[in-house]
T-cell receptor
Framework: AQSVTQLGSHVSVSEGALVLLRCNYSSSVPPYLFWYVQYPNQGLQLLLKYTSAATLVKGINGFEAEFKKSETSFHLTKPSAHMSDAAEYFCAVSNGGSQGNLIFGKGTKLSVKP | NAGVTQTPKFQVLKTGQSMTLQCAQDMNHNSMYWYRQDPGMGLRLIYYSASEGTTDKGEVPNGYNVSRLNKREFSLRLESAAPSQTSVYFC???????????FGPGTRLTVL
């Protein structure tokens, strides 16, 4: 069975500091991996996706993530945090099977201090 | 394109009342999904429809029913609402197994 673990339910960084949000997955087949962002009282917006092409994936708003098969990880990074990055971030995995279901981690709330 | 739309945005029910949440997508996607979001739980799949005419249970289907009315529309029904169904409900759609999934703005439901 697939699963996603996000380490740290809350992460706080200073404006301008590196953002690192951790995601580990479990999948018996090559996974498709996604990061979504949710701003307060809004829906989910796709940040980036990995679908077995390049292992370093660039997304919107300066975010990127690296797929590391040996570590079963797909951590999200951004070199310099902005106040506007404060939101909740969800890592999700799909095995691309016939059901096409997306399984989410529990989310990491990012706070950015001025 | 409106993407994925949901109605209503907010709803308050009393225990035992029924209601239907509506979802529509204009991206010609085959697959549609209903998730619920609860604090600290992430999003959990309630039901999904891989194609028009088919529906399947997800992780937390108890207390819900769905209808895939046509390719565009996928509704979620609560027959007898319970306080445990207080949540934010998201509809999503996708074209293929690789995604990505597109989400609606959500329905915030409170059951008293």
């Amino acid at each position: 069975a697939q699963s996603v673990t996000q380490l740290g339910s809350h992460v706080s960084v200073s404006e301008g500091a590196l953002v690192l949000l951790r995601c580990n997955y479990s999948s018996s087949v090559p996974p498709y991996l996604f990061w979504y962002v949710q701003y307060p009282n809004q829906g989910l917006q796709l940040l980036l996706k990995y679908t077995s092409a390049a292992t370093l994936v660039k997304g919107i708003n300066g975010f990127e993530a690296e797929f590391k098969k040996s570590e079963t990880s797909f951590h999200l990074t951004k070199p310099s945090a902005h106040m506007s990055d404060a939101a909740e971030y969800f890592c999700a995995v799909s095995n691309g099977g016939s059901q096409g279901n997306l399984i989410f981690g529990k989310g990491t709330k990012l706070s950015v201090k001025p | 394109n409106a993407g994925v739309t949901q109605t209503p945005k907010f709803q308050v029910l009393k225990t035992g009342q029924s209601m239907t949440l509506q979802c529509a997508q204009d991206m010609n996607h085959n697959s549609m999904y209903w998730y619920r979001q609860d604090p600290g739980m992430g999003l959990r799949l309630i039901y999904y429809s891989a194609s028009e005419g088919t529906t399947d249970k997800g992780e937390v289907p108890n207390g819900y029913n769905v209808s895939r009315l046509n390719k565009r529309e996928f509704s979620l029904r609560l027959e007898s609402a319970a306080p445990s169904q207080t949540s934010v409900y998201f509809c999503a759609s996708s074209e293929a197994h690789k995604g990505p999934w597109f989400f609606g703005p959500g329905t915030r439901l409170t059951v008293l």
